[in-house]
């Protein structure tokens, strides 16, 4: 009797306990949606993305002048390269125009020794003269300086010096009948107007 009652109680709590376990409440779902924020973190956010804004602007602005200080540097370098190339090419020109008369006595020097009889040998001065006078000459043509010779061409007041006229037939009045000294340029630029004599039509 008093094992039946003991298994009949026991029945009895394991039915209990399933009806209660059947009564437990299951977990409620996990959602996925954040939080909403309280009104101090909507503030932090919208001072932080003002601050993120600020900082995009200002380093827009630095790029945007780092740029501009670097296209400046390299026109300052360009008109740098530029101002030393015109001094440097005026600075050449000085040089050779001093050197022309220079050229202009070794000629001069060189017609004067040149002797009377074709057949004796120049002497050893005239032959330094030479040298010299063909030195002076293939240095200047190497930097660029070469002369003309207009004779026979209309006289051009751009190209030539008139030092003095002539009278002339009509077919050869107003062009060069004599150069007394050479005219030179410099890379194509006038470095020194040709002295001419020019002819004049005759009178009468």
């Known amino acids: 009797m008093g094992s039946g009652r003991s298994r009949q109680g026991f029945g009895e709590g394991a039915r209990e306990a399933n009806t209660n376990a059947s009564q437990t409440p299951s977990p409620a779902p996990v959602s996925d949606a954040k939080?909403?924020?309280?009104a101090e973190g909507k503030e932090v956010e919208k001072d932080i993305a003002q601050l993120v804004s600020g900082l995009e602007a200002e380093r827009d602005e630095y790029l945007s002048l780092a740029r501009r200080t670097k296209a400046d540097f390299e026109n300052y370098r360009k008109r740098v390269d530029r101002e030393a190339a015109r001094a440097e090419a005026r600075g050449r020109a000085r040089l050779a125009r001093?050197?022309?008369?220079?050229?202009?006595?070794?000629?001069?020097?060189?017609?004067?020794?040149?002797?009377?009889?074709?057949?004796?040998?120049?002497?050893?001065?005239?032959?330094?003269?030479r040298l010299v006078y063909e030195e002076l000459a293939g240095i200047l043509a190497n930097a660029g300086v070469e002369a003309y010779e207009p004779a026979g061409e209309p006289f051009d007041p751009e190209l030539h010096e008139a030092m003095m006229t002539k009278p002339a037939p009509a077919e050869e009045a107003g062009k060069v009948l004599e150069v007394l000294a050479k005219g030179y340029r410099l890379n194509g630029e006038l470095l020194r107007p040709a002295r001419v004599v020019v002819g004049a039509a005759e009178e009468g």
């Open 35 to 38: 939080p909403a924020l309280p």
């Open 98 to 129: 001093e050197l022309l008369s220079v050229l202009d006595n070794l000629e001069r020097a060189l017609a004067a020794a040149d002797p009377a009889n074709v057949d004796a040998s120049p002497s050893h001065i005239a032959e330094g003269v």
